[in-house]
């Protein structure tokens, strides 16, 4: 059987993400608030 694990594999390439980008997820993720209720979840965005 042919070994296929033995050959090289391409690396992954490293992506940055901007700062503009970054600031936006995490206002985002600040603004966002989950209500559970009875089982139900409810996402709520306070902005």
Avoid: C, W
Avoid at 3 to 20: G, Q, W
Avoid at 21 to 26: A, D, E, K, P
Wanted: charged content about 35%; hydrophobic content about 30%; aromatic content about 8%.
């Amino acid at each position: 059987m042919k070994k296929l694990y033995s050959n090289k594999r391409k690396r992954n390439k490293v992506v940055e993400a901007k700062p503009e980008t970054i600031q936006f997820l995490l206002n985002y993720s600040k603004s966002l608030k989950i209500t559970e209720v009875d089982g139900h979840k409810f996402e709520s965005n306070l902005n």
